[in-house]
């Protein structure tokens, strides 16, 4: 952070990774558009008048201390922070247009469009191709061919197939931890998302591991939205396009990922990212 | 961060080497006096098992023949035989089974992983636990009152199966509901994460992964009620019966019964043919234990 913080502004564009110019991106359809949501744990109020927008074929990184409701939001945006007993929420967040807390609105389907990825691996005890194959197989597909398919392509998708292709019978927790947690991507893939959710994907893993799950990021931008919480400030600089700044469960600024990294418009982001605070 | 913060030497020291090493024999000495104090203890418990086995098997062994497995009860010791006890509690077990397993294992299941935290359900949870600790006569009442009585099902072996399973309830809930627990909480959410409804993550992953420990919990349950005699009498089950049942709704005899029965007998001779039921009847436990074991050893999952 502090070795970011020193090079002047050319270097620190140079390391940011090589975003296509901020104008064109503006013009991609919004995928997630929250608005004035607020969000309790009981008596704690969690997220303050929350509005973000999130464009398609982005990198959106969410970035903030701990405790500042970055995986509550994240979590809300798939409903599942509704597992928590006493959660309240108001306000809405539009998924392409439609109100998710909507009464009518079917969580399961939400959750097969916008696959998740937590921040520590979370296989099933199972085989790797039975992980893979779980979400294509909840979803009716029993045709041992076509998730045969499935498995093949989601273990490519996350990098992962040419590790994995001669032992997939084994069970996952064999792996090491980098390589469940990209099982976890692969497994988030075979059900074929519109967006995918990653909870600070890469703080159980070792860089080299780090390294391939960024880079995968950067591949997988290319047909999906990828909204990323992450502790990292050049992991959030090298890989996102956008970044969003939150403290104390309110969004503080959100702008391109350039912009937030050399030239934010709060002193408390750049309070943050300079790492005096945090 | 607080002890780079302070100056190097700056740490005040509250341990002083001289004074640990001095009061170390003295510890020593505590956890060795503690060691053969416990020790004792298994040794007792052991003793006592071995007088036991000791007696039952130099008792009944004589009298294990294959004329015992093939006999109706008998006034006469050498002609007595545990054919219509044997028969019986397998029956009472075929009930007992299906009966208990799937009013337990489902309680359990709403209470783990449908029912809502609140008051009403904690209230429920408490009582179940404490359900497990009354004594089986209780149960045997209620047994007469509703399944023999109200019911009209007479001393059936569908009656005393109903009672049993009342009684053992309790236990296989709270066994069941210990290893849908243990089920990591992340999993679930990967499956939810997934767009799995609730059904879909209990029969795929919550199930697979607490089935051992569920079925484990139920067999030693189970156990128990192959072992009870006290509900049996109350419901007014025979001790005496020349035939075996052909049907749930017949009558019919249990192991404990058979040997209570003879155990009461003035001739010297029944005491024998009690302790060769007693081995039958620790034979068919032991191999349920370990049927119970195996399952724990094959299927045990670890995360
Ligand atoms: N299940 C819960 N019940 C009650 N309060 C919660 C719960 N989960 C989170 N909180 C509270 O909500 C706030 C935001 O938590 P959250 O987990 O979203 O933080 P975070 O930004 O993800 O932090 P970290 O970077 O440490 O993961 C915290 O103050 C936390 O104590
Ligand atoms: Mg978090």
């Known amino acids: 952070m502090v070795q970011l913080m020193n090079r002047t502004d050319k270097e620190t564009q140079a390391a940011v990774s090589p975003v296509e110019a901020p104008i064109r991106e503006t013009a991609k359809p919004v995928v997630y558009d929250t608005k004035q949501l607020n969000l309790w744990y009981g008596s704690h109020h969690a997220l303050k008048n929350i509005d973000l927008p999130i464009r398609e074929n982005e990198v959106t990184a969410i970035i903030g201390p701990s405790g500042c409701g970055k995986s509550t939001y994240i979590k809300t945006l798939n409903r599942m922070v509704e597992l928590v007993d006493g959660v309240r929420t108001s306000g809405e967040i539009l998924y392409r247009g439609r109100n998710i807390f909507d009464a009518k609105y079917s969580v399961e389907e939400l959750r097969t469009r916008v696959g998740m990825v937590f921040q520590k691996p979370n296989p099933f005890p199972k085989s790797i191709y039975d992980n893979i194959a779980y979400g294509p197989r909840i979803h009716g597909i029993k045709n041992k061919k076509i998730l045969d398919e499935i498995v093949e392509q989601s273990l490519r998708g996350a990098a992962i197939w040419d590790e994995v292709k001669d032992r997939l019978s084994t069970n996952a927790y064999s792996l090491s931890g980098g390589q469940q947690q990209r099982i976890c991507i692969a497994r988030a893939l075979a059900i074929e998302p519109d967006v995918i959710l990653m909870d600070e994907p890469t703080s159980a893993l070792d860089p080299i591991s780090t390294l391939k799950v960024e880079e995968l990021v950067q591949e997988l931008k290319e047909n999906y939205s990828i909204i990323i919480v992450t502790h990292n400030m050049q992991q959030a600089a090298r890989i996102s396009d956008k970044t969003a700044f939150f403290l104390n469960g309110e969004v503080i600024e959100f702008d391109d990922t350039n912009k937030i990294f050399q030239n934010p418009a709060d002193q408390r982001t750049e309070d943050y990212i300079s790492g005096r605070f945090g | 961060m607080r002890i780079t913060e302070q100056q190097p030497g700056v740490n005040k020291r509250f341990i002083d080497p001289a004074s640990v090493s001095k009061r170390m024999d003295g510890r020593k000495i505590t956890n060795s006096v503690f060691k053969t104090l416990f020790f004792m203890a298994t040794l007792v418990a052991l003793l006592v098992l071995g007088i036991l086995f000791y007696r039952i098997l130099s008792q009944g062994i004589g009298f294990l023949s294959a004329d015992f ?107 069941a509901q210990e290893a849908i627990r243990a089920v990591p909480q992340h999993v679930r959410e990967a499956s939810y994460g997934m767009g799995a409804t609730k059904w879909q993550t209990i029969v795929r992953v919550v199930l697979p992964s607490a089935i051992p420990g569920i079925l484990t919990g139920s067999i030693l349950a189970l156990s128990r009620a192959v072992g009870e005699t006290a509900p049996l009498i109350v419901i007014g089950v025979p001790v005496i019966i020349q035939f075996l049942p052909s049907g749930v709704m017949d009558t019919f005899t249990a192991l404990p019964m058979q040997i209570y029965d003879w155990a009461k007998r003035p001739q010297a001779d029944f005491q024998k043919v009690a302790s060769a039921g007693i081995i039958v009847l620790m034979a068919f436990l032991l191999l349920m234990n370990s049927i119970a074991v195996l399952i724990r050893n094959k299927f045990q999952k670890r995360y």
């Open chain 2, 69 to 175: 497995f093939q006999n109706f009860a008998s006034r006469f010791p050498e002609k007595a035989g545990i054919k219509a006890a044997l028969v019986g509690s397998l029956w009472l077990m075929a009930v007992v089974a299906p009966v208990s397993m799937f009013h337990g294992i489902g309680t359990a299941i709403y209470l783990e992983e449908y029912a809502k935290k609140n008051r009403v359900n904690d209230f429920i949870r408490m009582n179940i636990s404490n359900l497990a600790g009354v004594p089986s006569v209780v149960f045997g009442l209620l047994g007469l009152t509703i399944f023999v009585r109200a019911l009209a099902l007479g001393n059936s072996i569908l009656a005393a199966g109903f009672t049993m399973s009342l009684l053992i309830l309790p236990v296989i809930i709270v066994a």
